[in-house]
């Protein structure tokens, strides 16, 4: 059992310095509260309202930067984890939409987002690399960001590659679903869970930005697929204590032989990695 | 814009005749009422809580049997489009838990289930095939059954194949889901409508059958992930108008660049189709 803390931070745009402070207090009000797993936003070192991709790259840091050694150091007294995005400056020049696992030890990973949203793609380079499972301290965690959750490849990649939780920093812009439904990135997240038995951290960001106003749509979920821990509130934290382990038992509850994974069929999935434009997938069907 | 009806009807229990006859005035009476795709669930000319296999055996019918030529008269007038669920005697002596596609014309295909749930297979074959995209007066329709929906990679290969709709008849067990929310499996669909940009029809079934009850789960939802209609009701319908045509249009609203299928990255998708031992690949990553 771990304490996992999702801080629904508010960065300030264009301000690494603040960020820098507001994150590292972040991590440790979190161990301070008991968690060894503390999740932060995506790109909640800079903010996400770009102007431009130059003011994007002047904000971006290398794994390298103080700051994530001064998270190290603050999770190091709980042997934790923290994982959340930033923007990033590769070795190659190229800025990333990234998000960081770091342990008392200091940085784990570092993941590209690989589907970029939108306008994003105006501003960051994509990844090209699968999402890593990293083995850590509190289990092994998947790394995603943000619409990369949208894509079912992607959480089922992790959780048949072994993640016993996968994280998600994110930055969810202001969505209005019908009355008495959760926003739609928190559906996904939810049938993510159950369809592969694993548990699931999105942290989202809160307060408007430039104008954009964001789901606020933070959450931690069990790995049959219901909220254990969620905040709608502005700079709010969910909190939940979560057995990740179970993430690692695939078989169904109160069946006989139910398993998620071993009830799958890969043979027949092959439209998933190899589509076919579908006129023609329909014509050679006839 | 088309009228579905999703039949939530309650099939007697090993009672092929009374069936028969249920749901072909089923069939009409959703004629009646303005529909042309015509739902009903899993099983509907048996009954589901079979006592041994045996007596699955004795209640499968071929696509040869009557009541579907039945059911194609009665669509014929609106040149409309049944999708049911029946235990199906293959030409290969066989016994599966198959759907069947009829028009006005008859049987169009006939899919086999490929995901068997816990005791299905000791009464079952599963099928070998994809599930199958048909091209329908009503639009393009692909089809699953029951416990295929909790496989993403299913509904995501009828999507990238061109399906309008996804028609999933379903018998689910009932389930106690947590205050304020959907059954898990109504999650599910509503996740894969909202990736896909797809719509899809649950049609589940309804009264207790030797001791087991059900989630009455019957639903359709849009290509955005929402439930335009449900029924909780014990032989209830779900009836909604919709525009299948929406499903081709995998751009995303309110975006510049977003595009559900655009922004897929295959390349990266390579574990789901060929997964490792997670400790093989955990090794192999560091």
Not at 1 to 30: F, G, H, K, W, Y
């Amino acid at each position: 059992m771990i304490r996992i803390a999702a801080n629904q931070l508010s960065p300030t745009m264009a301000d690494l310095a603040a960020n820098v402070e507001m994150s590292t207090t972040a991590v440790r009000r979190s161990v301070s509260a008991g968690a060894r797993l503390v999740v932060m936003p995506e790109l909640v070192l800079s903010g996400y309202m770009f102007a431009s991709a130059e003011e994007a790259r002047s904000l971006a840091v290398t794994p390298q930067h103080p700051v994530f050694a001064a998270w190290a150091q603050a999770v190091a007294e709980v042997d934790g984890v923290v994982v959340a995005g930033f923007a990033e400056l590769g070795d190659d020049g190229l800025v990333y939409d990234s998000a960081v696992v770091v342990d008392g030890s200091g940085v784990l990973a570092v993941y590209r987002k690989a589907h970029l949203w939108d306008r994003e793609r105006l501003v960051f380079t994509a990844g090209d690399a699968e999402p890593p499972v990293v083995e850590t301290p509190v289990g092994r965690i998947g790394v995603l960001v943000c619409y990369d959750l949208e894509f079912p490849e992607m959480t089922r990649s992790l959780a048949l590659r072994g993640a016993d939780v996968i994280v998600v920093p994110t930055n969810w812009p202001l969505e209005s679903p019908p009355a008495g439904e959760h926003v739609p990135e928190v559906v996904i997240a939810m049938a993510a869970a159950h369809v592969n038995h694993v548990a699931l951290v999105c942290c989202d960001r809160s307060g408007p930005e430039r104008g954009q106003k964001w789901n606020q749509g933070t959450c931690v979920i069990d790995q049959q697929g219901w909220i254990l821990a969620a905040t709608a509130d502005r700079n709010g934290t969910a909190v939940a204590d979560l057995d990740v382990s179970v993430s690692r038992d695939k078989s169904t509850a109160d069946t006989e032989y139910g398993d998620a994974f071993g009830d799958r069929r890969p043979e027949l999935y092959g439209a998933v990695t190899d589509p076919k434009d579908p006129d023609d997938a329909l014509a050679a069907a006839k």
